[in-house]
């Protein structure tokens, strides 16, 4: 059985355009990847578990804020490796410098027997629609047209 996360695709309206918050995955193995690398906040959810109550916790806890308002369904996709993503889009605002993301630990380098700790998100930008489809996962970027489509 596939893995499955949930995720929350934020977005603002400036003048006459719609920009959206992406989160920079942290981590050695992202920290010279810009292009293609971003993600929407998410995580891996149980099956048990109310998948939009988990894109809630997931983006609470990759940025710091508790996010609220209309939530938008975005559907499905299946990336790459096989993980299935559910997401939202959900008008907010935020100062993307001020985010503060949890961490999680790794033995770094590897076969080091050392720990090291990463923030989750070691990155966060509001992006215009243009510049997000650059950087976003390819496999996330349905949701980009679906959220243009819905709002």
Not at 119 to 132: I, N, Q, T
Not at 143 to 150: A, C, K, N, S, V
Request: aromatic share 10%; glycine share 10%; hydrophobic share 40%.
């Amino acid at each position: 059985m596939p893995k499955r996360s949930a995720g929350l695709l934020m977005y603002r309206r400036r003048e006459d355009r719609m920009e959206v918050l992406l989160a920079h995955p942290g981590g050695p193995f992202w920290a010279k990847k810009d292009l293609g690398a971003w993600s929407i906040p998410k995580g891996e959810f149980d099956s048990d578990e109310d998948a939009l109550q988990a894109a809630k916790r997931e983006f609470e806890e990759e940025s710091g804020v508790v996010p609220s308002g209309d939530f938008v369904a975005l559907g499905e996709v299946k990336q790459a490796g096989g993980k299935i993503v559910t997401a939202w889009g959900v008008e907010g605002d935020c100062d993307s410098s001020a985010l503060k993301s949890n961490t999680f630990s790794m033995e770094w380098p590897p076969r080091s027997g050392r720990m090291a700790e990463f923030p989750e998100v070691d990155r966060w930008g509001w992006f215009s629609l243009d510049a997000a489809r650059e950087r976003i996962l390819a496999g996330q970027r349905a949701f980009l047209e679906r959220l243009i489509e819905l709002v």
